[in-house]
């Protein structure tokens, strides 16, 4: 029988270092969020001069159901971890967070993109300036982002505009990145390794 957890994570990189920029998709509950948080911890335990990371939160506790799930991703992580949550300005929360060469998690991509699309904010603007702000990050960085476009085609226009639009959220950041990851049922799948 194998022992392994869900979390292990054979597909990590050998020097389990991370490279400037990875992204991690999946569906919802695919163990996307602790395969992100495995490989920063895994950065965190390689690079002794790097010794905390900035969790960069990206939802609204609107409901007791969100409020629980906050609660359970705060619980998994450590003291090596600091939260910044932020809805809007998630360019600024990136850099400031790697400025002093630490790594940041954020979690997620699509709730960022529902923020913005919500606030009636220009979603090519906000998307080219979270471009430019990981340009311009002084460490490494993860984003976690949900795939949404496997499913049935939305009922609703909004729905598939948002559908479509983490589409090509998604695309601009594949392409920018330099390892990304598809998460399905806890197992990782490394689509995109340019670090070695």
């Not at 002084?138 to 976690?144: A, M, S, T, W």
Request: include cysteine; charge should be negative.
């Amino acid at each position: 029988m194998n022992d392994k957890s869900p979390s292990s994570n054979d597909n990590a990189r050998p020097d389990a270092r991370l490279p400037d920029l990875t992204l991690v998709l999946g569906g919802a509950r695919s163990g996307k969020s602790v395969h992100a948080e495995t490989l920063i911890a895994s950065h965190l335990d390689a690079d002794t001069a790097t010794h905390r990371a900035t969790y960069i939160a990206t939802a609204a506790s609107g409901d007791g159901e969100m409020a629980q799930r906050i609660a359970d991703h705060r619980a998994r992580r450590g003291d090596q971890w600091r939260t910044t949550e932020t809805l809007l300005a998630l360019g600024d929360a990136i850099v400031d967070g790697t400025k002093r060469g630490e790594p940041v998690l954020v979690d997620c991509l699509t709730l960022w993109l529902s923020n913005v699309m919500h606030a009636g904010l220009d979603v090519n603007a906000e998307t080219a300036s979270l471009r430019d702000a990981l340009d311009r990050a002084q460490g490494p960085v993860v984003c976690v982002s949900n795939e949404v476009g496997l499913g049935i085609v939305p009922a609703t226009k909004l729905g598939r505009d948002f559908r479509d639009a983490a589409g090509r959220l998604n695309q601009h950041i594949a392409a920018q990145a330099d390892r990304v990851d598809f998460v399905a049922a806890g197992l990782p799948l490394t689509l995109k390794n340019e670090t070695s």
